[in-house]
């Protein structure tokens, strides 16, 4: 078969030789994004594989259709950059990787916690500003005292959830679709609740439109005073502005964040040289109490091979069978 992979980054491109090379298939790599300046290299190849956040337009679908390609299947979790409608219409099926590690992202939702519970950032700023004795004045919170408040407990979030609980936190859920699992129950409660109770606000929900600013002032306001914000989600879920402000007026006692609201290719851009610059995100960065990243809750050896190894199987299997077990479908 002949492929052609797109966005590749440098850890990423082994695995994909070595797919090549196992499976006997032909695999062209580049490091570019799949856009409109990109879309005309895939001519002459029978499908493609992705990994970006940025969009995947309407433009792009309909050369892949003029090309005579129906599939894409990218190597991440979230599809809500992806125009979907365009897709269909455009006779290009869609798939995913919906879990190829959700302990990566979980442990590092747990990771975050930890370090804004037990204030290391203030710790290590006082540190690098020479005040030694400043340094030991930042008392923490025990993780096992706290209760965690996990907003979508679907695959990374329930396995959040079972993290939070082997610290011995009292965790709750706030999820419009429960999963009833004998052997982990879940104490699930309404979104207001959840806001209202918990010490710790953990996100895992996807970023689509429905659930854009899902934080947003009055969220943050109706949180207890002292609570710590986590997204390892998508940026989209917070209003920023709104959060920087409380952190701003001290307000919440702290955040971490993995996935900013405006992101670029940029902040993501592993192989490459560069700073990211926008005002809120420098603004974040400055503040001792928040540990900002930079969308990496996903990176870990584990993900990246099985992002590589599964994306690419999803593409033998639609270009075998005409579908695959992780075919994207339109809600
Ligand atoms: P999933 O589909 O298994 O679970 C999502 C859950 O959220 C579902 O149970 C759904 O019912 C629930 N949900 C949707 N809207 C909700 C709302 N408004 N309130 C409460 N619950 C809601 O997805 P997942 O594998 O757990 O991934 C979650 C998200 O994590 C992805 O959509 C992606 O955006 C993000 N992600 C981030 C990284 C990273 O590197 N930072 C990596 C992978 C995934
Ligand atoms: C996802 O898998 O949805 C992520 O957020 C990871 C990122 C590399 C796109």
């Known amino acids: 078969m002949k492929i052609i992979a797109y966005g590749a980054r440098i850890d990423e491109i082994p695995y994909m030789q070595q797919w090549a090379k196992e499976t006997g298939n032909t695999l062209t790599i580049h490091e570019e994004l799949l856009d409109a300046s990109t879309v005309d290299w895939a001519k002459g190849y029978e499908g493609v594989n992705a990994l970006q956040t940025t969009p ?69 700023a006082r540190l690098q500003a020479d005040d030694y ?35 011995g936190a009292k965790v709750q859920a706030y999820d419009p679709y429960p999963v009833t699992d004998q052997d982990h129950l879940i104490d699930y409660v309404g979104l207001d609740e959840l806001l209202r109770t918990s010490d710790v606000i953990d996100l895992h929900i996807p970023g689509i439109p429905a659930n854009t600013h899902i934080i947003d002032s009055a969220a943050i306001a109706s949180m207890k005073p002292n609570a710590v914000l986590i997204n390892t989600a998508r940026g989209n879920l917070v209003d920023t502005e709104a959060m920087v402000a409380a952190l701003r007026e001290h307000r919440l006692a702290g955040a971490g964040i993995d996935t900013y609201e405006h992101e670029t290719a940029d902040l993501l851009t592993l192989s490459k040289e560069g700073r990211f610059h926008d005002p809120l995100w420098d603004e974040l960065l400055a503040m001792p109490n928040v540990v900002l990243t930079p969308h990496i809750a996903y990176y870990t050896e584990t993900a990246v091979h099985n992002m590589v190894y599964f994306s690419l199987q999803h593409l033998v299997d639609f270009l075998t069978t005409g579908t695959t077990s992780t075919e994207v479908k339109r809600t």
């Open 56 to 124: 995947y337009s309407a433009e792009v679908f309909a050369k892949l259709h003029e090309f005579g390609i129906h599939y894409l299947a990218v190597r991440n979790v979230g599809t809500d950059n992806i125009d979907l409608a365009a897709a269909a219409a455009n006779d290009v099926k869609i798939s995913n990787v919906p879990a190829y590690s959700p302990a990566a992202i979980a442990e590092f939702a747990v990771t975050l916690t930890l370090q804004v519970l037990r204030r290391v950032g203030e710790v290590a």
């Open 133 to 167: 004795d400043g340094a030991t004045k930042f008392i923490g919170r025990e993780l096992g005292q706290q209760t965690v408040g996990v907003i979508g407990a679907g695959r990374i979030g329930r396995t959040a959830i079972r993290i939070f609980e082997g610290f």
